[in-house]
């Protein structure tokens, strides 16, 4: 079955920076388009970043996010990074990446059709 595994999150000052990963297996991973969304307590899971799977497919950012943080895929290992520069206190949060064959890029959840786990990040001030 289709697993996401996601690692990299942790404790991190504001101004640091951290690189998420997310291992894909059981899928087509290139031709899978990949999200990464953000949930922190009481609030609605947000979009953060994602790219579809066709070559020149254009990765798409969050404004609150644009300029700060960078999706990158490696088709090789399937696996998908998001790095994480001048983190902000209002960036922690569950971080989950998401995947949906044959898919384009989307901002929904609704998008994607598998999920993984989450791993928590969290910005002290």
């Known amino acids: 079955q289709v697993q996401l595994v996601e690692s990299g999150g942790g404790l991190v000052q504001a101004g640091g920076s951290l690189r998420l990963s997310c291992a894909a297996s059981g899928l087509t991973f290139s031709r899978s388009a990949m999200g990464w969304f953000r949930q922190a307590p009481v609030k609605v899971r947000e979009f953060v970043t994602a790219s579809s799977w066709w070559t020149d497919g254009r990765t798409y950012y969050a404004d609150s996010v644009k300029g700060r943080f960078t999706m990158s895929r490696d088709n090789a290992k399937n696996t998908v990074y998001l790095q994480m520069n001048s983190l902000k206190p209002e960036d922690t949060a569950v971080y989950h990446c998401?995947?949906?064959?044959?898919?384009?890029?989307?901002?929904?959840?609704?998008?994607?059709?598998?999920w993984g786990q989450g791993t928590q990040v969290t910005v002290s001030s």
């Open positions: 998401a995947a949906r064959l044959l898919g384009r890029a989307g901002s929904s959840p609704e998008d994607y059709t598998h």
